[in-house]
């Protein structure tokens, strides 16, 4: 599966390359949009085949996340290169966004079908209620990087700002219960739970009220969340290398360790919150 997994974004960044190797050159914000949903639809394809593939894919629907994923990362990398063919982009990443929702969905519906119903236990080891929720980011972000194309640059801005800083909020409430369940054994585990709302702020404050203070402030926080996502990465690789027999055992402590394709996702959100301070700031038009 992991094997899969790899060919299959890969796969889809090729695709998304070709597609976009005609047209005209999308605006920076458009581009960084692009790029922050194609980031996040690819954590959410690894992430989903592999938790899926632990659950053996007992329901059909379970392979609607990683395909529809895969199909938004090929429509992100497109957007960040081209302007052409929009039309097609914007139902890949509308149907992205249904999917996530309709995950939530049922995501929700196995928690609560679970004995003892909405209850630690079930938040800590059943379906992960926010997990979804990624793929309506991917596909908010396309739909916003097509807009900073074709709409009022400001309307626009606001859109991405808005729904990166709900982004962030609605993130660290996932991060901050499953480091919850591992008891913080690790100090660095406090950072996602405190950086990231204080970043939701910012680029909250900066959509809400554009200035030059505001948005500096943003910039440099997206700036520390961009950088979270990487180290958050590295730290996690290293909780999988901390299983019985490490990365040699790695068929194994993939799927028991940390989620090593979950951090990136941060990264992700920032690239879209650049882009809408960039749509945001006076005299910019992208």
Known sequence: MVRATGGGLALAVAGGALLGARGGRPSRAARLAGLGAALLAGSVLADSAMEHSRANFRERRMYAAPLVAGATVAAGVATALSRASAGPRRLVF??????????????????????????????????????????????????????????????????????????????????????????????????????????????????????????????????????????????????????????RNWTQNLFQGPPVAAPPSLAGIALGGFAALRLLAPGRRG
């Not at 049922?106 to 679970?114: D, K, P, T, V």
């Not at 910039?219 to 019985?244: D, E, I, K, M, Q």
């Open 94 to 247: 509308r149907g992205a966004a249904l999917t996530g929702l309709a995950g939530t969905v049922f995501h929700f519906r196995n928690i609560l079908s679970r004995p003892g119903g909405l209850s630690f236990n079930n938040l800590f080891y059943r379906a992960p209620f926010g997990a979804p929720g990624a793929l309506v980011l991917a596909g908010g972000l396309g739909l916003g990087a097509l807009a900073a194309e074709e709409r009022e640059p400001r309307a626009a801005g606001r859109a991405l700002g808005l729904l990166g800083a709900g982004g962030l909020f609605g993130l660290t409430a996932e991060v901050g219960l499953l480091h919850f369940r591992g008891a913080f054994q690790n100090p660095a585990m406090y950072a996602p739970v405190t950086a990231v709302p204080a970043t939701g702020l910012a680029l909250a404050a900066a959509t809400l009220r554009p200035s030059p203070a505001r948005l500096r402030l943003a910039r440099g926080a997206l700036a520390l969340t961009s950088v979270l996502g990487l180290v958050g990465t590295g730290f996690h690789a290293y909780g999988v290398s901390r299983g019985n027999g490490g990365w």
